[in-house]
């Protein structure tokens, strides 16, 4: 291989690199939000676990709510 052919190939791999290197930023801010959500069920679940009555109260409120709005509060 020409020392021209290892420069393009050099810089095709830092390209790819860079490439990987946001994908992988994007996903791992991905997860942090989902395990942020999923941490946030648990502890309305244990609270609903806690007073039954809390369960009564949010379906109530929740049969009123648009699933955007949950959305945007996750």
Avoid: F, Y
């Avoid at 290197?21 to 997860?31: K, T």
């Amino acid at each position: 291989m020409s020392i021209a052919a290892l420069r393009n190939e050099n810089e095709r791999l830092k390209a790819l690199l860079v490439q990987t290197q946001s994908a992988l930023s994007e996903h791992q801010g991905a997860l942090a939000a989902s395990e942020e959500a999923q941490r946030r069920l648990e502890v309305i679940l244990g609270e609903w676990r806690v007073e039954p009555n809390i369960a009564d109260d949010s379906v109530a409120i929740c049969s009123s709510v648009e699933l955007g709005d949950v959305q945007q509060i996750l």
